[in-house]
């Protein structure tokens, strides 16, 4: 059985000059090639004791983490906001649909003003999902905003069933 080696001062050196370099006990222990424990008993000799307590850099690194990902959510949301801004611009846009019709499969082309009721349905809630989860990410200040996007796009779906009632009152629904 191997007798452990006798700390001597150039250990004691090592240990001081490194850990005044900001390293670790391991990467200490690596480079004098010693075990963490007898980094720890050199380190804990000394007036006033070295320590290894990392607690500050870890809290920092945390927080800067923590920062990282609010900045991203940040901008998630931002983004989802303006997906739900170019899903909510579609309901009013001119659109065509197209098909495979007939015996032959001839497709045909049906130009319209603007979406059908129920591709309409989608759009809001396509627009809906995107702000609710916009919201969940970058809650909006106070909770009016939250209320208010809301009452908008509760609004919205109904004048959209208003006016598809309109259009089969008419008789001039587009059959969708």
């Known amino acids: 059985m191997a007798t452990a080696r006798p700390i001597d001062d150039d250990d004691r050196a090592a240990v001081r000059r490194l850990h005044t370099e900001g390293k670790s006990r391991n990467q200490i222990a690596r480079a004098i090639k010693r075990s963490p424990s007898t980094v720890s008993k050199i380190a804990a000799a000394f007036e006033p004791p070295l320590t290894f307590d990392r607690a500050a850099e870890v809290a920092v ?3 800067v983490r923590r920062a990282d990902l609010a900045e991203r959510r940040t901008r998630l949301a931002l983004d989802l906001t303006g997906d739900a801004e170019k899903l909510r611009a579609q309901l009013w846009e001119p659109c065509t ?3 495979f019709a007939g015996k032959d499969g001839n497709w045909q082309e049906t130009h319209l003003d603007r979406p059908r009721f129920g591709d309409q349905r989608q759009i809001i ?4 999902t995107a702000i609710q989860q916009s919201l969940r990410l970058a809650p909006a200040e106070g909770s009016e905003g939250a209320e208010q ?3 908008m796009l509760g609004a919205l779906g109904e004048a959209l069933t208003r006016a598809a009632a309109d259009e089969d009152d008419d008789g001039s629904a587009d059959g969708g």
Do not use: N, Q
Request: aromatic share 8%; hydrophobic share 30%.
């Open 61 to 63: 690194a945390t927080e």
């Open 97 to 99: 649909y197209g098909e």
């Open 125 to 128: 809630a396509a627009t809906g």
């Open 149 to 151: 996007v809301k009452s």
